[in-house]
């Protein structure tokens, strides 16, 4: 949980991650700058840590990397963390 939450807890891999929310189909670095304060090589290396962490997937297209976020895993994780917070404190604490 402490990895998610670390990748997730940088400015630019929020961006990017917001922006894959938002979009249908993979995408490229360049594509991604847009959403970012970084050009397309940070963007890649912000993207390997996201991919590192489960958070996105990659998948290569000729000389490009094409990169989609992996939905399920991500709401499944974090919906772990929130059930985690809203369960009641057991009584020895």
Same mark, same amino acid.
């Given at each position: 949980?402490?990895? +998610?939450?670390?990748a997730?807890?940088?400015?630019?891999?929020?961006?990017?991650?917001?922006?894959?929310?938002?979009?249908?189909?993979? @995408?490229?670095?360049?594509? +991604?700058?847009?959403?970012?304060?970084?050009?397309?090589?940070?963007? &890649?290396?912000?993207?390997?840590v +996201?991919? @590192?962490?489960?958070?996105?997937?990659?998948?290569?297209?000729?000389?490009?990397? @094409?990169? &989609?976020?992996?939905?399920?895993?991500? &709401?499944?994780?974090?919906?772990?963390?929130?059930?985690?917070i809203?369960?009641?404190? &057991?009584?020895?604490?």
């Amino acid at each position: 949980m402490a990895g +998610l939450l670390k990748a997730l807890g940088e400015f630019n891999r929020l961006s990017l991650v917001y922006k894959l929310c938002q979009c249908k189909a993979p @995408q490229n670095a360049m594509c +991604l700058c847009e959403c970012c304060s970084v050009d397309a090589s940070g963007v &890649s290396r912000h993207l390997k840590v +996201l991919a @590192q962490e489960g958070i996105v997937s990659s998948e290569r297209k000729g000389r490009e990397i @094409q990169y &989609s976020l992996n939905r399920g895993e991500v &709401s499944k994780r974090l919906r772990k963390l929130a059930d985690i917070i809203e369960a009641e404190p &057991s009584p020895e604490m």
